[in-house]
Each structure stands twice: as C-alpha cells, then as structure tokens.
C-alpha cells in the first residue's frame, strides 16, 4: 500500500528549501543526488529512497515527519508553531523552552 502523497511532499521540500535558502543546485549537491533529479522529486513525479529523505530534512534542519504530514493550513498545526518558535531561540533559551514544554506535558492532568 502507497499512502505517501508525493505531490505534497515535494511542494513541501520545494517551500522549505526556499524558506531556509537553498538552490536546487545546492541542495542536490549536498544529498548527492542530481538537480534534475531534485526537481522531479519537488514536483512529485519520481520517488526517493529514505536516505535521500533523511539527507534532505537534514540539510534543511527539518524533521522527516515535518515533510511527510500534509496540513491544509500551516499556521492552524499546533506542532509546526512550536517548531517555529522553538528554532528562532538561541541554544539556552532553547533548552529552557524545551524542558518548561517537557515539564508542563508531564503535569497537563493536574491542570
């Protein structure tokens, strides 16, 4: 069974490489893989092996579970607005962020 929609993941690659500034060129070279070949994967038409899948989230500093969810409205997904917030953090900040979200997910019954 196929349940992965190609089309949408690669609008999705397509929208975060342009957001976080990457070419195709640049892209492509990084993962190994050819600009053509990057090009029929954002537009849905060839499928990729899970490491170029891994290789691509990395280099745009994603998760692979960010690229493969489909959501209609980005700003309406409560998971994509905490990443969101979380990346524009320095490292400390972060790690604050990250512990007070860890400690009120442990406690969300009490509430």
Not at 45 to 72: E, M, P, Q
Not at 90 to 103: D, M
């Amino acid at each position: 069974m196929n349940n992965i929609n190609y089309v949408n993941l690669g609008k999705k690659i397509k929208s975060t490489r342009k957001e976080r500034g990457y070419t195709q060129e640049k892209l492509a070279e990084i993962c190994d893989i050819s600009t053509g070949f990057l090009g029929h994967i954002e537009r849905g038409t060839r499928k990729l092996s899970l490491d170029t899948l891994f290789c691509i989230a990395t280099v745009l500093n994603v998760s692979i579970d960010y690229l493969l969810i489909d959501s209609a409205n980005k700003s309406d997904n409560f998971l994509e607005q905490m990443d969101s917030v979380a990346r524009s953090l320095n490292p400390s900040a972060y790690n604050s962020f990250r512990k007070t979200v860890k400690i009120l997910a442990e406690h969300i019954d009490e509430m």
